[in-house]
């Protein structure tokens, strides 16, 4: 009788976020990683749903290529590689916050926020050859009513600078985050269960990407 061992589809993160990508291997993910490197500062969108969906479906996209033409070049095995690209905002009264630029923008939009409450929605695109799933989680995210002098600190520790909407909810961040309407993961900058469904769209099992049985225990 032939046998045909089902080799795991392989998963690309398009993405340089080590909080992604330790998302993924807490969950039993190995993804491997390939930065996309695009150019964000030229793409619009008339709200902060389109803008990450549509940065999300570009980083995917330009990774994706540069795999059909590693596998297309021998350099690749060929097989099932999904390509997954994520980008994140903050939807804040109105306006819409990606990284701040530097300390003083951190320090004024920290003052405009707390007290107050903001959605942070993150777009994900899953690519499997010239097949795409992609969609947008959002979390609203209630910030905490923090003086002048927590802020300055915050800022001081250079965290807020390097994430969207210039907090964390899982690092120095979390403090000032006094609850959340959504999934962390999200607001992190990958969520699971939509990666899940997206996986599912594409006629996939997260169950398939969990790293082989003796390596779970890591
Ligand atoms: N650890 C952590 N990171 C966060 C949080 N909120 C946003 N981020 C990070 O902020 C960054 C948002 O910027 P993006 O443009 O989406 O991603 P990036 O880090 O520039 O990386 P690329 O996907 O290569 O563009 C991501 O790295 C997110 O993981 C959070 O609550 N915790």
């Known amino acids: 009788m032939r046998t045909r061992t089902q080799v795991p589809p392989r998963l690309v993160l398009a993405s340089a976020s080590p909080a992604r990508r330790k998302l993924l291997q807490a969950a039993g993910i190995e993804p491997e990683v390939l930065v996309s490197g695009i150019d964000e500062s030229d793409i619009r969108a008339a709200t902060a749903e389109d803008l990450c969906l549509e940065l999300a479906r570009r980083k995917a996209q330009a990774v994706a290529d540069r795999v059909l033409a590693a596998i297309v070049a021998g350099h690749l095995p060929p097989g099932d590689t999904l390509v997954l ?5 903050l939807e804040f ?3 819409v916050y990606g990284k701040p630029g530097d300390a003083s923008e951190a320090f004024k939009r920290w003052q405009r926020m707390r007290g107050q409450w903001g959605v942070l929605h993150t777009g994900h695109c899953l690519i499997k050859g010239d097949v795409r799933a992609d969609a947008v989680a959002s979390t609203v995210v209630h910030f905490a009513d923090v003086s002048d002098e927590e802020i300055a ?13 210039a907090f964390t909810i899982d690092g120095i961040g979390g403090a000032f985050v006094e609850r959340i309407e959504g ?4 607001v992190i900058g990958l969520s ?27």
């Not at 690209?85 to 905002?89: A, F, I, L, P, R």
């Open 85 to 89: 690209g994520c980008d994140s905002v």
């Open 93 to 95: 009264q109105g306006e």
């Open 153 to 165: 600190a915050y800022v001081a520790t250079g965290e807020p600078l390097n994430v969207a909407g």
């Open 183 to 186: 999934t962390a993961g999200t």
């Open 192 to 218: 699971l269960p939509l990666l899940r469904e997206l996986l599912a769209d594409l006629g996939h099992s997260i169950v398939e990407l969990w790293r082989q049985p003796q390596t779970l225990e890591g």
